[in-house]
Structures are given as structure tokens and as C-alpha cells.
């Protein structure tokens, strides 16, 4: 949940993305029920209750599928090679300057 957030966070241009989850939760998660849901999560974290072997959330996991579905069709892969060339020759530049 927290990279997804944080990748809202500053997709809105909110400058630094904050540690505080519930920051995060507050201002970039508009659905009431999954807020609720996320709220309850926690609280039953907190509680010290083991949660690796629960049935999925639906409001969590259904945001969690529809922002990775989102971020894959504006996601943006490069098939150009770097330029390696040119940062091996910054490196030498580097190491002969120092050397």
C-alpha cells in the first residue's frame, strides 16, 4: 500500500511523500470504504494480530490491483541502451583528474 500511496502522493505534486502512513492514507485515499478498511487493518496490526494467512481485504486488494493495472499502461519502458560509453569515459576522466 505504501509505494502505491506514495506514488499518488506525488503523481498530486505534494513535494516530499511523508514516513506517516496515515498522512499518506488521509490524502490520497478518497473511497470511504477503503479507508475504513485500511483503518481496521491497521488497528488489528496493532492489536498484535497475525495477518499473513487472512483472506484478502476486497476494498484493499481491489485498489491495490486497479492501481498496478493504472501504472502499467502509463508506465513508460525504454528500449534505448545507455549511453555507457560516455559514462566510462566521465569515470576515466574522473580517476585520471584525482590520479
Known amino acids: ?3 502505491l500511496l506514495a506514488i499518488r502522493w506525488i503523481e498530486q505534486e505534494s513535494g516530499v ?8 492514507v488521509e490524502r490520497c485515499v478518497r473511497s470511504a470504504e477503503l479507508k475504513a478498511a485500511i483503518e481496521e487493518l491497521l488497528e488489528r496490526k496493532k492489536k498484535g494480530h497475525e495477518l499473513d494467512r487472512e483472506p ?3 476494498a ?6 486497479s492501481e498496478l493495472e493504472g501504472l502499467g ?3 513508460i519502458v525504454s528500449k ?3 549511453a555507457i560509453e560516455k559514462l ?3 569515470f576515466r576522466a574522473a580517476l585520471n583528474e584525482v590520479g
Open 1 to 3: 500500500m505504501r509505494p
Open 17 to 24: 511523500v511523508p514516513m506517516e502512513f496515515a498522512a499518506l
Open 56 to 58: 484478502r481485504i476486497p
Open 60 to 65: 484493499i486488494s481491489n485498489f491495490i490491483e
Open 73 to 75: 499502461k502509463t508506465l
Open 80 to 82: 534505448a541502451k545507455p
Open 88 to 90: 566510462d569515459e566521465l
